[in-house]
């Protein structure tokens, strides 16, 4: 027990810190409860993940197509055995087609039209890791993906200003499966969500040092927003085009864009927390240690 | 304000700031403020579901699972094509840091889960009761998880051999 004692006494963080003066205000006073929904978070969460390892997969394979000449796309379809021209259906649903003017109807033809990095990108967000075999795992087991059907209800491409050093980038936004999809073309894919979850709080990407010394976010939002804008002392409006902003000056600090409709009422509000510091970059670097050692759990527990 | 209005149901929700940013923080989080502040904009948006006498379970699983965000933020960057495996099912393995390294390595030698029954108790003082919902494991599962943790703790601690496998070197199975 005096052990167990000792774990108490070792408690780094003893209490809790403050709320900030403006927070319940700030919660409370632009939105409204609503009522119990199916709770989607960790299986969108474990989709962010994958998206991100993907962007990483399309960057990292890019630089491979540089110098051996093998188109990357389709070296990313043997690794992860996935065809990106496969299970792809029209969804005549129109999801989204009335929320988001960027997207215009998916048809046979317009398929064809849909970049071939896109098209793998949403292969990739239609697949999952097959679940691992029953008892010891074999030697030379590799995990495989199975690829889902993907229903797609239209899509469309656009480009952002860029401005502050930042350059454009190239962005899709696309219906599949009842949900809505946002990808950046040069880190190869970003996050989905339903129609009420953009409409309530965005879909939305923070990036720094890239270039470095830059920090800026690129999102989506509905066509209720008709303007947005940073809230922050000493910043204003941020343009949007197509459905999507790149705000590419921002605050060094936790902030919101809120999103107003046509009558002023602010119906979005996107989060955006502080720049990491120094020694969140140091954790940033001893992570791949932590997933080495989160693997060799994972073997020792199927070989137990 | 109304005696049940939203606002007044909610500001006893809000109460738990300092616990969720303590839980945060803790764990190793880059932004501690930032996880409970998003914790209670959600606990906002769900209030109708939550009960305000009885929401540090839920309150305490909601920040767990922003945390998964964040900590998977971090480990997606670097990462190599070819072996490329995503844990998805996988307790997350936060970054614990006490102010006794050997607790800190007695921790370490803990499954993710174990360690996380047993600071749910020590440091966030739940009950047990508690502490299951907010895993989402019934009482009597925590129980014995709690209970195989606080083993294999007092044996890292006792035997000073801290990072070792525990299990394998008494014997103890995982059930």
């Known amino acids: 027990m005096k052990r167990i004692n000792r774990l108490v006494d070792a408690n780094p963080v003893r209490s809790g810190a403050e709320p900030p003066a403006d927070l319940f205000q700030s919660i409370t006073g632009t939105s409204t409860p609503r009522h119990a929904r199916k709770r989607r978070k960790v299986r969108r969460f474990a989709t962010r993940g994958m998206l991100a390892t993907l962007a990483a997969l399309v960057i990292g394979s890019g630089l491979a197509w540089a110098t051996s000449g093998v188109d990357p796309i389709d070296r990313l379809e043997r690794i992860w055995g996935i065809d990106r021209n496969a299970g792809v259906s029209i969804d005549g649903s129109g999801y989204g087609l009335e929320e988001f003017s960027i997207l215009e109807p998916m048809t046979d033809g317009t398929f064809e039209d849909m970049p071939e990095r896109l098209k793998f990108s949403l292969a990739a967000i239609g697949s999952r890791l097959a679940p691992p075999p029953e008892g010891p795992i074999p030697d030379g087991f590799r995990r495989y993906w199975i690829q889902e059907p993907r229903q797609i209800a239209g899509w469309g491409i656009t480009t952002t ?144 | ?54 929401c540090r379970p839920w309150l305490l699983a909601t920040a767990r699972n922003l945390l998964l965000a964040e900590y998977r933020d971090f480990i997606s960057e670097p990462v190599d094509p070819g072996t490329i495996e995503i844990p998805t099912d996988e307790f997350p393995d936060f970054d614990i840091n006490s102010i006794d390294p050997e607790i800190d390595r007695a921790l370490v030698a803990l499954d993710p889960i174990d360690r996380e029954a047993l600071l749910l108790v020590a440091w966030e003082e739940l009950t047990p009761k508690e502490a299951a919902e907010s895993l989402g494991v019934r009482p009597a599962t925590f129980r014995v998880r709690l209970h195989r943790a606080r083993r294999r703790m007092e044996l890292a601690l006792a035997t000073g051999e801290p990072g070792t496998d525990i299990t394998h070197r008494t014997g103890v199975d995982h059930p």
């Open chain 1, 161 to 304: 200003g860029g401005g502050d050093g930042v350059p454009s980038e190239n962005v899709a936004v696309v219906s599949m499966n009842g949900r809505i999809c946002f990808f950046m073309d040069r880190f190869g894919a970003s996050s989905c969500g339903s129609i009420n979850e953009v409409a309530r709080k965005g879909l939305s990407t923070t990036v720094s040092d890239d270039p470095p010394g830059t920090r800026w976010t690129i999102g989506l939002v509905t066509d209720q927003v008709r303007t947005l804008s940073i809230d922050y002392p000493g910043f204003g409006e941020v343009p949007i085009r197509d459905n999507v902003f790149h705000a590419t000056d921002l605050p060094e600090d936790r902030f919101f864009f809120l999103g107003k409709d046509e009558n002023g009422s602010v119906v979005t509000r996107i989060f955006v927390s502080k720049p990491i510091t120094l020694a969140q970059r140091q954790f940033m670097e001893r992570a791949p240690h932590k997933l080495e050692a989160q693997r060799e759990r994972l073997r020792g527990r199927s070989e137990r």
């Open chain 2, 1 to 54: 304000m109304d005696k049940d209005s939203p606002e007044e149901r909610f500001e006893r929700v809000f109460a738990h700031y300092g616990l969720i940013e303590a839980f945060a923080r803790r764990r190793g989080s880059r932004d501690s403020a930032a996880i409970a502040a998003e914790t209670l904009s959600i606990a906002w948006r769900k209030l109708e579901i939550l009960d305000p006498e009885h």
